[in-house]
């Protein structure tokens, strides 16, 4: 299971789009999840995985994201995760 998350995440990092740097409201993680990820792959619900998986997953295929973005959506996936 962890295998796919991390797979889904990389393909989800290919089709990021990276923030152009200006001052902007704090992001909302659920919107540049689906933004970001959902327009290329069938996205996965939060509860699809644990925190653990999630922040693995974040951590290791976000590279594309701007930390801002990378970090709104990791805390996004985290709070709604299964058990």
């Not at 999630?54 to 295929?61: I, L, P, Y």
């Not at 590279?63 to 970090?71: G, H, S, V, W």
Request: aromatic share 4%; net charge positive; with cysteine.
């Amino acid at each position: 299971m962890a295998q796919l998350a991390c797979a889904l995440l990389l393909a989800v990092a290919a089709c990021a789009h990276p923030g152009d740097g200006g001052a902007q409201a704090p992001a909302d993680g659920a919107v540049l999840y689906r933004r970001s990820c959902g327009g290329c792959h069938r996205l996965k619900q939060p509860g699809e995985h644990d925190a653990a998986t999630w922040t693995r997953a974040v951590e290791r295929f976000g590279a594309r994201l701007a930390p801002d973005e990378r970090a709104a959506i990791a805390e996004y996936l985290v709070r709604s995760a299964g058990k």
